[in-house]
């Protein structure tokens, strides 16, 4: 999809965090070339197949089903970062897993998973990709962003809110795990201090 902002100027979301020289060191791309900005009302987040990273759309697609849904009634401006086949692409630095996708306001950073290419309803499969989306969000955040952010002397945590979202599609009926995707929400929180939530979609304050 063509960006949603042709304006290439960097949002205070991503100046605020150095993000451009903290993540200088993981891909070719980086951030200033590979960020889009939005401030619509509603936007849909995907891991575009083709594209080979995460993109978004400010309507919903045929595939809404497949997206995560990000609700902007403030009109804030959201920055939305490929992280995985983009951004963060260097052979060391994916080591341990990279999520898909990030999602930045000055007050939110929201890191996404999709595991949207499960495509039918195992009770086995579905925890595993869930423990494995895990994984990959936090080595995202604790071993690669955090880090080189807290070199440019930016601590995430005493600027933002910071949540994880692991994202399958909606059509799936996964209720028969929920009570162990509960359990492993419970664990992130007490373990990591953050919220993990399996769910489509967030409304940015």
Known sequence: MPRLSQNKDLPTAITNLRLCTALQDCGAIGVANAFDKSSAEHLYVYDDGDLG???????????????????????????LLPLDGRIITGPSVIVGGVCDGMLLTDKEMCLIEFKTNVSDFNYLTIIQRANDAIDQLWHTFDVIVKPRCAKKSKEIENLLSVDFYVVFDKDLEITGANSELMDLQLQFLTDKSHPLYFDDGKVFQ
């Open 53 to 79: 990273y995460t993109d978004w759309i400010d309507v919903a697609p045929v595939f809404v089903s497949k997206c995560f849904v990000v609700t902007n009634p403030n009109n804030n401006i959201i920055a």
